[in-house]
């Protein structure tokens, strides 16, 4: 079975530091990993995917993620923290067997201190 | 265009009445989700259409009824709702199974009442 675990549900930074948030994945088959952006009481937005190209993966508004299957793991990077970057964010595998099922980690809410 | 469209966007219901969610999407996608998401917690899955049919329903209660006319669109029927089903409801669409991402819709707030 597939599942994603995202290891900080809290994460502080000031603006204009590097914003790190951690994501390790559990998967049979060579996985396809996303990272999405909920602001509050809006829908979510995909910032990347990683779907077996290139490894290092760049997304919207400078974020990035570099997958390692040593370390199974998809962390989500980003220079320079913008005021506008706090939110939560999840971390989802999908099931590659065909359900159709996304599976969604339990979230990391990102706080950007001026 | 990646968009997928709810409507509406706030809904304030009483426990006897039926409403109904909208959502919509134009990609040509052919699998389309409705998701619950309670306040800091991930979405939840509800329901999944593939290819119009109904390929997955995560036991939820008969009081949500899912509908998927066509390929475009998606409805989620809601009779008789209980306090607790208040939640940020969330549709979403895909184009293929496991290897493509899901892009979500900006969800319907609903309060039971």
């Known amino acids: 079975a597939q599942s994603v675990t995202q290891l900080d549900s809290h994460v502080s930074v000031s603006e204009g530091t590097p914003v790190l948030l951690r994501c390790n994945y559990s998967s049979s088959y060579s996985p396809s990993l996303f990272w999405y952006v909920q602001h509050p009481n809006k829908g979510l937005q995909l910032l990347l995917k990683y779907t077996s190209a290139a490894t290092l993966v760049k997304g919207i508004n400078g974020f990035e993620a570099e997958f390692k299957k040593s370390e199974t793991s998809f962390h989500l990077t980003k220079p320079s923290a913008h005021m506008s970057d706090a939110a939560e964010y999840f971390c989802?595998?999908?099931?590659?067997?065909?359900?159709?099922?996304?599976?969604f980690g339990t979230g990391t809410r990102l706080k950007v201190l001026a | 265009d990646t968009e997928v469209t709810q409507t509406p966007k706030h809904l304030v219901m009483g426990m006897t009445n039926k409403k109904s969610l909208k959502c919509e999407q134009h990609m040509g996608h052919r699998a389309m989700y409705w998701y619950k998401q309670k306040a800091k917690k991930p979405p939840e899955l509800m329901f999944v259409?593939?290819?119009?049919?109904?390929?997955i329903n995560e036991s939820v209660p008969s009081r949500f009824s899912p509908e998927c006319p066509n390929s475009s669109l998606l409805n989620l029927h809601l009779h008789a709702l209980q306090p607790e089903d208040s939640a940020l409801y969330l549709c979403?669409?895909?184009?293929?199974?496991?290897?493509?991402?899901?892009?979500f819709g900006q969800g319907t707030r609903l309060t039971v009442v």
């Open positions: 259409y593939s290819y119009e049919k109904l390929s």
């Open positions: 979403a669409s895909s184009s293929a199974a496991g290897t493509r991402p899901a892009f």
């Open positions: 989802v595998v999908s099931d590659t067997s065909g359900t159709y099922k996304y599976i």
